[in-house]
Nanobody, 123 residues
């Protein structure tokens, strides 16, 4: 199967920066879209940014100009550089990926989620 492991969350003051990483492992053939979502306590999970295999990106309006998503296809890793952080960015951040992997008998496509990493921005 496939696992996604996030890292890089933490506590930062407003105006500060953090860089999140998410590494995929397993019998991976190809990773198509990779994305970051976030979820505040009591709210639904919301899309933050995504990046295609070719490098096309899309951002939520709330993070445009402050966050940058990138990926390293050789390392099966996606990053989220977060600058000018605001208290309203506080949430658990999750990575998501569409992965074609070898099941042992066939190539299978499925989407996977990481376990989440907490980002807390203090005012």
């Amino acid at each position: 199967q496939v696992q996604l492991v996030e890292s890089g969350g933490g506590l930062v003051q407003a105006g500060g920066s953090l860089r999140l990483s998410c590494a995929a492992s397993g019998n991976i053939r190809r990773i198509s879209n990779m994305a970051w979502y976030r979820q505040e306590a009591g709210n639904q999970r919301e899309h933050v940014a995504h990046i295609s295999l070719g490098g096309s990106t899309n951002y939520a309006d709330s993070v445009k100009g402050r966050f940058t998503i990138s990926r390293d296809n050789d390392e099966n890793t996606v990053y989220l550089e977060m600058n000018s952080l605001k208290p309203e960015d506080t949430a658990v951040y999750y990575c998501n990926a569409g992965v074609t992997y070898y099941s042992g008998t066939d190539d299978v496509f499925d989407t996977f989620w990481g376990q989440g990493t907490q980002v807390t921005v203090s005012s």
